[in-house]
């Protein structure tokens, strides 16, 4: 496609429930980060995949938050027993190579908590 | 880990220049970029500075001095349409880039 595209564009789910958040790159785009933004804050890193190797989960706030990347290409982003905290927009970027590569960011998922 | 640190919210009129400023500490630099975001959508790239000295395009300048751990990010000839959040990201070793909290610029006639 023509630029990172997420879905859903909104979700709202109850405390306690599971949400999957999904992210495809620009076609050809190696490297694939989430971050997650919270109102008045700054984008705050989550994780990154860059081609075939371990991703980089350092950002990952706390084990319900998982995320994959299959076929080097589509990611989801998963939050197990949602939390009223982890409501914020997540965002998802590609990158044609590595860290020193413009990151090209979808319109993200608002993600209310309720 | 890094610290970013940028104005939260500055006020220009229309036509005029307006000089974002953003310091970090860092250790393993090796680059920093400018993103644009308007309200409710997504980031978007503006300009990455690696090397000391100016990088302009067209009305918007970028910075960068390593030495002083210091970035401007320059607008000329404000438009109404300039009015967004632009944040300044710091790269760093084998890190993904950390992104400052962002400076909210709002243009007035």
């Known amino acids: 496609g023509a630029g990172v595209s997420q879905s859903p564009s909104n979700k709202v789910t109850e405390k306690g429930k599971d949400v999957e958040l999904r992210c495809d790159p620009i076609?050809?785009?190696?490297?694939l980060y989430w971050y997650r933004q919270s109102l008045g804050q700054g984008l705050e890193f989550l994780i990154y995949?860059?081609?075939?190797?371990?991703?980089?989960k350092s950002g990952l706030p706390s084990d319900r938050f998982s995320a994959e990347r299959t076929g080097g290409s589509v990611s989801t982003l998963t939050i197990q027993r949602t939390q009223q905290e982890d409501s914020a927009v997540y965002l998802c970027?590609?990158?044609?190579?590595?860290?020193?590569?413009?990151?090209?960011f979808g319109n993200g998922t608002r993600l209310t908590v309720t | 880990g890094q610290n970013i640190d940028q104005p939260t919210e500055m006020t220009a009129t229309e036509g005029a220049i307006v000089q974002i400023n953003c310091t970090y500490q860092t250790s393993g630099f090796n680059g920093l970029f400018w993103y644009q975001q308007h309200a409710g959508e997504a980031p978007t790239f503006l300009s990455y500075n690696v090397l000391d000295g100016l990088e302009e395009k067209g009305r918007f300048s970028s910075f960068l001095s390593r030495s002083k751990g210091y970035s401007y990010l320059l607008l000329k000839e404000l438009q109404m349409k300039d009015s967004a959040s632009y944040l300044c990201a710091v790269l760093a070793g084998n890190t993904p880039l950390v992104f400052g909290k962002g400076t909210r610029l709002s243009v007035i006639a």
């Open positions: 970027a590609s990158s044609s190579t590595g860290t020193n590569s413009p990151l090209h």
């Open positions: 076609s050809g785009h190696t490297a």
């Open positions: 995949f860059q081609g075939n190797s371990a991703p980089d």
